[in-house]
């Protein structure tokens, strides 16, 4: 495993755990109006750098 390759791989790990998350938490809210942003956004955030810890430990597709 090249370091390229496993920072590809987590890039978009962390890239896909982002957008996963902000669309569970957009999801969450009756109307778009309703959606409060900033918890969207700091949760978003707050799980992508929880991803990027995770990656530390192995990326099973970077073998």
Do not use: Q
């Not at 496993?6 to 957009?26: G, H, N, P, Q």
């Amino acid at each position: 495993m090249t370091t390229r390759t496993w920072l590809k791989s987590m890039i978009i790990r962390v890239i896909k755990t982002i957008c996963e998350t902000a669309i569970a938490t957009i999801g969450t809210s009756t109307l778009i109006s309703e959606v409060n942003w900033t918890l969207v956004l700091s949760s978003s955030l707050l799980s992508g750098f929880i991803c990027f810890l995770t990656c530390l430990a192995g990326l099973p597709e970077a073998n």
